[in-house]
């Protein structure tokens, strides 16, 4: 099992910037992807961004493309999402994602291990 713990998150301004982490723990895997997703009250959970841990590959929402960017330090086991030109809709819960996957998957289902969420605020 790999907990993943989630911080980082914080009440910003519009335009502003905050980076997010996620630090892994407990059994390592050779292959390993992780994910961000994001759920804003009333709305479905959604994916945001997600890496390749073995090869660095990504992937971002349309959303995210061209501001928020994904990175991984493997030595570490945690992955990290700087976020910058916060937008008010970027406002969500903000979890981390976790499976033993070669690719960057968009697909929840593709993740097991999940953390516990990190709430960001944009304001206008």
């Known amino acids: 099992q790999v907990q993943l713990v989630e911080s980082g998150g914080g009440l910003v301004q519009a335009g502003g910037s905050l980076r997010l982490s996620c630090a892994a723990s407990?059994?390592?895997?050779?292959?390993?992807?992780t994910a961000w997703f994001r759920q804003a009250p009333g709305k479905e959970r959604e994916f945001v961004a997600a890496i390749s841990w073995s090869i660095g590959w990504t992937d971002y929402a349309d959303s995210a493309r061209g501001r928020f960017t994904i990175a991984r330090d493997n030595a570490k086991a945690t992955v990290y999402l700087q976020m910058n030109n916060l937008k008010p809709d970027d406002t969500a819960v903000y979890y981390c994602?976790?499976?033993?996957?070669?690719?960057?998957?968009?697909?929840?289902?593709?993740?097991?291990?999940w953390g516990q969420g990190t709430q960001v605020t944009v304001s206008s």
């Open positions: 407990g059994r390592t895997f050779s292959t390993y992807a």
């Open positions: 994602a976790g499976g033993r996957e070669y690719r960057a998957s968009r697909l929840q289902n593709d993740y097991d291990d």
